[in-house]
């Protein structure tokens, strides 16, 4: 079902509204970044924000995890909002007036304005309370720079919503999650159905040799060599054995060995990031790339060691979900501010293992400075990346317009 137009402008308004509260929100987080799944000062600034709104707030004891639940006036379902409040070990290099305060921390991914957004969400939706079929969980995370903020959410029982006050049930039957980012017009929207972002994983692989000589090659066992033919031959088996429409990234990002140019050292060490957009290609590529380290090393008498570490998932929107997304913040910033893209990005998200559990989607919001170029602006994760804060009142009313519509929808059905 669609929304009333005239709800759609009135959700913009009441966000603009919300506006000036938004940017101070923001800039707080911004002035004060915190890293991994301790932030104690943004928890603080979290709860301070939400304080007088009707929720139910759960501080999560794993975690700086906050979880919000505003219980509307009328039975239905429950639909879950996500904003990461971490930030990223590296200096910032904006010159804002609000720069980052803590030498070696910055909010340099955005996850500020999704903080500030989500709360500006929680502010607009408990006005509307009385009217909202059902409830929206508010999930401020953590930990989503490779610390699995989500995951520990997860665990912690985040999805296990009681009953009503009524006794009625209210099961979780949706996920929105926004990201900004410095690529994207400002306030505009984008995503796509099916995988959105890839798994990202770590492989560290062990070439062991013997140690001698540099002058005597062949009383010792080199692992020099055998590691840059693995690293050769790792890039081959990427190209001929995985389909090129269900892409795969082997990115070898570092190889240590040796200590000086005369001495042969017994080991070589590799470690890359292996990115997937599907859990079969994800699962393909490691059999290939334990295979190629193994007959390599094998070739050439030396053992070998390959170890993976788990990253997180691909990130999935469920198709319906993402042209429902779609459609939704097409009614709320327009249709021409609506992108469907083409392909995913081989970026990892943890949300990934939110949309494992409940069918939604993920989106992209446009953050490009005004005065920036999308195509050229500084990315995400850089050092000099800005955001356009005036984006954050499309964020808001997105947020809140999703949780709507996906009420009425469902408690519709
Ligand atoms: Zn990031
Ligand atoms: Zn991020």
Known sequence: MDLDPALTATLREEAHGLFSETVALRRALHRWPELGNDLPVTREHVLGALEGLPLTVTQHSTTSGVAAVLEGGLPGPTVLLRGDMDALPLHEDTDLEFESSIEGAMHACGHDTHTAMLVGAAKLLSARRADIPGRVLFMFQPGEEGFGGAEFMLNEGLLDVPARPDGSDSPITGAYALHISSNLPSGWIATRGGSIMASADQMLITVTGRGGHASQPHQALDPIPIACEIVQALQTMVTRTIDVFDPTVVTVGRIT?????????????????????????????????????????????????????????????????????????????????????????????????????????????????????????????????????????????????????????????
Request: glycine letters at 10%; hydrophobic letters at 45%; aromatic letters at 6%.
């Open 257 to 413: 060995a040796g200590t000086t140019n005369n001495v042969i050292p017994e080991t070589a060490v590799i470690e890359g990031t292996i990115r997937a957009i599907s859990e079969r290609t994800r699962a393909k590529v490691r059999d290939g790339i334990r295979r190629v380290a193994e007959g390599v090393s094998a070739a050439h008498d030396a053992a070998v060691t390959i170890d993976f570490h788990d990253g997180y998932p691909v990130t999935v929107n469920h198709p319906g979900s993402a042209d429902f997304a779609l459609d939704v913040a097409g009614e709320v910033v327009g249709k021409h501010a609506t992108v469907k893209l083409p392909h995913p990005i081989m970026g990892a998200e943890d949300f990934s293992y939110v949309l494992n559990r409940v069918p939604g989607a993920m989106l992209f919001l446009g953050g490009t400075a005004p005065d920036r170029n999308p195509a050229n602006a500084a990315p995400n994760h850089s050092n000099r990346v800005v955001f356009d804060e005036g984006a954050m009142v499309n964020g808001i009313a997105v947020y809140g317009a999703m949780a709507l519509r996906h009420l009425a929808g469902t408690a519709a059905t």
